[in-house]
């Protein structure tokens, strides 16, 4: 038996929540990356027996469309699974659902699920520093929840949506202009590292910019990049900061869905 996490963590986020949970479950747990497009993930072996922690960054309240793919090409041969979706204070909307679905058409056997809460990867200032000491102590909560009920029941999972987020009425939401594509400046050395990074073989080795037709706008590449040139305009991020205002603002909190 292993603890087996199946990640899709563009900028790091997903990933610290993942650890935090399949830490209590066992000190080396095995990974399997859905970054990395070169991956054949029909070859990922998962054993009936393993405890399985799929975790997925909520991107426009939904799961990124390629990371649910890659997930569904692996075999979950009926092995115990908690989904964990991670968002950045605004609202999750149908993503659980939409993991769990995934999971089991491709054989999970899913026992629970989580939403977390990691600092938003557009717009630092939402769930700054996020997970922190109060999110480790629930989530090593819900852990521990799991461990103890796993195997004894089986999870007949309600829908399970983001509470609806009131919306002030008076400061509508101005949507940002521009997507958020993140750009080389002039000090670019080129590398190549953000090009070898990109879970979508989005980005150009010949001016090292992306391609808007591929790009998830997940921002990998700029978190990446060791010259720190490669970002979002600053006015599309201002502008995106305005109008999720309402939404990501107050503080939300882990939730355990057994
Ligand atoms: C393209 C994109 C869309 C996002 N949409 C949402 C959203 O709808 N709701 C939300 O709360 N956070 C949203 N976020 C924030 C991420 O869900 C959050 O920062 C997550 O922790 C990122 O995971 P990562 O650090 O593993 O990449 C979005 C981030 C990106 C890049
Ligand atoms: S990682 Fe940064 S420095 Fe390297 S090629 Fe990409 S943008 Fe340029
Ligand atoms: S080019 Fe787009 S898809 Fe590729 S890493 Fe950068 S933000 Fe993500």
């Not at 426009?60 to 979706?85: D, E, F, W």
Request: aromatic share 6%.
């Amino acid at each position: 038996m292993s603890v087996v996490e199946i990640i899709f963590s563009p900028t790091g986020g997903t990933e610290k929540v993942a650890q935090i949970i399949s830490e209590q479950w066992d000190e080396s747990s095995k990974r399997i990356d859905l970054i990395n497009p070169k991956t054949d993930f029909m070859e990922c072996r998962i054993e009936k027996d393993d405890d399985v922690l799929i975790a997925m960054p909520v991107f426009a309240s939904q799961a990124p469309t390629i990371a649910i793919n890659r997930l569904k090409q692996i075999n979950g041969n009926g092995a115990k699974t908690t989904v964990v979706c991670v968002y950045g204070n605004g609202d999750y909307g149908n993503t659980i659902n939409e993991m769990i679905n995934a999971a089991d058409e491709s054989g999970f056997h899913v026992v629970s699920a989580i939403a977390a809460i990691a600092q938003h990867s557009i717009i630092p200032e939402y769930a700054a520093g996020r997970p922190d000491e109060i999110d480790i102590k629930q989530l090593v909560d819900f852990a521990n929840q799991i461990q103890n009920k796993k195997g004894k029941i089986s999870f007949k999972p309600e829908i399970i949506v983001s509470e609806e987020v009131v919306v002030d009425a008076d400061s509508e939401p101005v949507p940002p202009s521009e997507p958020p594509l993140p750009k080389p400046d002039e000090t670019c050395v080129g590398c190549g590292i953000c090009l070898d990074e990109c879970p979508m073989e989005a980005i150009s080795s010949e001016d090292f910019t992306a391609d808007i037709t591929k790009c998830i706008f997940c921002m990998r590449c700029a978190k990446q990049c060791p010259k720190e040139c490669r970002k979002v305009d600053e006015e599309v991020i201002s502008m995106a900061a305005i109008a999720l205002k309402d939404i990501c603002s107050s503080r939300k909190e882990n939730e355990l869905f057994l």
